[in-house]
């Protein structure tokens, strides 16, 4: 009976059991149909969420590349202003640029008492100087002062003139400029390394600004040297030769030529050797036989030439003229040295040879950094010497000029001897503002002209002591 019923119960188990795994099956594999589905479902999403993803980033790059076609297409056509050695505008591709630099020089003219000049403070020079570069081969430049001149003069054209450079080694410049001839008139006004000219400079023809045509560049046109083009520096132009004084009352043709040996290279440009010539034919170059002392407020009142009936110091004929020099100015210290001589032949008068040499010495000591409001700014002191030596010699006369009884003929220029000293010192108080003071001596070998022609007090031809003139500037550019 027991084993009956052990058999019953096994059975009803094993029946149980078995039902169970069946059910379960079913329900595996109903989970297992629910799993591909849901793979299907997900392999489905993927595919849509790679092409959503696609189409996402093709519109990403459209988007970026429509912005930045947008983008370049106004940064062509952009404006951009800031100061960088001037004022400028330009496009920013820098084929346009407009830049605006200029500069005020005051000062202050005190004479000796022993002479007939007047004490003087004034603007000498207030400039505006425009450029403008376009393309990468033309540039153009006008520069107007409104004060003052190179003897006084206000409101006068300085520079204006246009230049290419599509050439290599070949600049065409035309207009008004100064001449290459001298190096000391080429110095930019507030680089001067004393305040005034020399006095050679005013004399004797000597040309300055002038209307022409020049050539100019590094090295040899048309021919590829690497040492001639980093090297050599050369200036051939035709001018209308009126002088710097605008008295030459003729149209002939004044040629003028330079040429520069810069031993330390192009990047050292104020390193250099200079020799220049030219040839001027002039008619009626009022008062070109006279020397003028610029240290005084009026050195037309200093012309030791003749000034008779016959206006012997005026010049009619050619004249011709040779310049050399040599200019050391790196870091701190500066040195400039030239000689000039000039030959005037003269129509009906004698024959006059104009002779000058001069050299300054310069050296800029560092105060360090000087805090004004906001901005620290290098000062510096710059003491400034400087020797110069100007002479006319008259040829075919007796030297002793003929205005007046005793005097000598009327076609003759009275010799002068001008030696010139000058002890001065700037003070760097940035690099756009700064005070210089010069104490100007001459040593003259006459004293006097006459009545008119205002000189000293000391009797004509006395000569004897030294003539002084302090002369303070006040200088600011940008």
Not at 86 to 98: E, M, N, P
Not at 207 to 231: C, K, Q, T, Y
Not at 286 to 307: K, M, Y
Request: proline letters at 3%; glycine letters at 10%.
């Amino acid at each position: 009976m027991k084993t009956i019923i052990c058999i019953i119960i096994y059975l009803f188990v094993f029946f149980a059991f078995g039902s169970g795994l069946e059910a379960q099956e079913d329900r595996i594999e109903k989970l297992r149909k629910k799993i591909l589905e849901n793979q299907k479902i997900i392999e489905q999403l993927e595919e849509r969420t790679e092409e959503q993803e696609e189409k996402a980033g093709e519109y990403a790059q459209e988007i970026v590349k429509k912005y930045l076609e947008e983008s370049s297409v106004a940064h062509e056509t952009e404006i951009s202003a800031g100061y960088d050695k001037g004022f400028f505008l330009q496009t920013a591709d820098g084929s346009l640029k407009f830049r605006l630099n200029g500069y005020i020089r005051y000062h202050l003219f005190m004479a000796e008492s022993n002479t007939r000049q007047n004490n003087t403070f004034q603007p000498t020079e207030t400039r505006l100087d425009f450029r403008m570069f376009f393309t990468d081969n033309w540039h153009a430049r006008l520069q107007v002062n409104f004060a003052g001149g190179d003897l006084g003069e206000a409101n006068f054209l300085a520079d204006g003139y246009i230049e290419n450079s599509s050439i290599p080694g070949l600049n065409l410049r035309i207009g008004q400029f100064i001449t290459p001839f001298s190096p000391q008139l080429q110095t930019y006004p507030p680089d001067f390394m004393v305040i005034n000219f020399t006095p050679f400079i005013l004399a004797g023809g000597v040309p300055f600004r002038e209307i022409g045509v020049m050539a100019h560049g590094w090295g040899i046109p048309f021919v590829e040297n690497d040492f001639l083009s980093n090297h050599f520096k050369y200036a051939l132009g035709v001018f209308n030769g009126d002088n710097f004084r605008k008295v030459n009352q003729n149209d002939d043709v004044e040629v003028i030529g330079s040429i520069r040996f810069h031993p330390l290279g192009a990047e050292e440009k104020n390193v250099y050797f200079h020799l220049a010539a030219f040839y001027n034919k002039v008619d009626n170059l009022v008062n070109g036989a006279a020397i003028r002392l610029p240290a005084f407020i009026n050195p037309n009142q200093f012309a030791f030439a003749n000034v008779g009936a016959d206006n012997v110091a005026d010049v009619d004929g050619t004249v011709t003229g040779v310049d050399a020099a040599v200019t050391y100015w790196k870091d701190n210290l500066r040195f400039e040295g030239e000689f000039v001589w000039v030959h005037q032949e003269r129509q009906g008068a004698s024959q006059l040879n104009t002779y000058g040499a001069s050299g300054a010495v310069s050296y800029l000591f560092s105060l360090g950094d000087v805090n004004f409001g906001r901005y620290d700014h290098p000062m510096g002191l710059e003491p400034v010497f400087r020797l110069s030596y100007t002479t006319i010699e008259d040829q075919n006369g007796d030297g002793t000029g003929g205005n007046g009884p005793g005097l000598g003929v009327q076609t003759d220029v009275r010799g002068q001897d001008v030696w010139e000293i000058v002890v001065g010192a700037k003070l760097h108080f940035s690099k756009h503002i700064r005070f210089d003071f010069n104490w100007v001596m001459y040593d003259l070998t006459e004293n006097e002209i006459n009545d008119a022609a205002v000189g000293t007090n000391s009797d004509r031809g006395a000569g004897g002591g030294l003539l002084h003139s302090f002369v303070f500037q006040f200088l600011a550019r940008f």
